[in-house]
């Protein structure tokens, strides 16, 4: 483990994103029985992320379901000639390999992550927060509304080797030109003071723990 690892604040949500056959029967995580699903090479973030939901949904992906081991980039073309059913993405939205998926001429959709799953990996692991995949970007997938799921937040990590007062300005700098930040890439757009302290991956640095504190984010 990273000792000296801290955090200063979340970014953009990276969505753990199932993305299935619209054709394959799959409405919900329990539909993934049975089916061949591509849950990432084995060391991936993305094959923990599966696995994590395999957990609370009482799902085993030795016996329940055929786990495919492949890279996303070729896990889309998979789904569109018919070799998987599904795949899981771990990433930002919107995504020029799901904008693909989506175009193919096999209708494809969003798998929803229901609520009491996201809530039992959020009170379990912490670094995880809750997620929408929006559907705007992709006019291809066959969902009408944004798509619950869960995720990990991008963080903007530092050392406890830098010190408390450059973390500090870095920390304002950035929330206090906010509104500049969140104009500069569609994943960004949601950012608020609020969720940016949500789904860290590491204990906040003191510095940034200064900031927060002066303008009531954190008691």
């Known amino acids: 483990p990273q000792e000296r690892l801290r955090a200063m604040f979340a970014l953009h949500p990276e969505a753990v994103t199932i993305l299935a056959a619209a054709d394959a029967g799959i ?3 329990e539909d993934l029985k049975g089916k061949i699903v591509n849950i990432g090479a084995p060391g991936t973030g993305q094959r923990v992320n599966a696995l994590d939901l395999f957990t609370v949904a009482g799902i085993n992906p030795d016996t329940d379901l055929r786990a495919e081991g492949i890279k996303p ?3 889309a073309g998979m ?9 899981f993405y771990t990433v930002g939205h919107p995504n020029g390999s799901i904008k693909e998926a989506a175009a193919g001429t096999r209708k494809v959709k969003f ?3 229901n609520e009491r799953y996201v809530r039992d990996l959020v009170e379990k692991l912490p670094f995880y927060a809750p997620a929408e995949i929006p559907v705007e970007p992709y006019p291809g997938v066959a969902n009408e509304g944004p798509v619950p799921t869960y995720g990990v937040k991008a963080t903007i990590c530092t050392s406890t080797d830098v010190p408390e007062d450059l973390i500090y300005l870095l920390t304002r700098e950035v929330f206090e030109n906010l509104d500049n ?13 609020e969720n940016m302290l ?7 640095h003191p510095g940034a723990e200064k900031y927060f504190r002066e303008v009531g984010l954190v008691e």
């Open 181 to 193: 930040l969140t104009t500069l890439h569609p994943a960004l757009a949601g950012l608020t003071p």
């Open 198 to 204: 949500q789904g860290l991956s590491a204990p906040l």
């Open 79 to 87: 789904l569109q000639d018919g070799r998987i059913d599904a795949y």
């Open 73 to 75: 980039a070729e896990a």
């Open 111 to 113: 798998v929803p992550v």
């Open 27 to 29: 409405d919900g995580v």
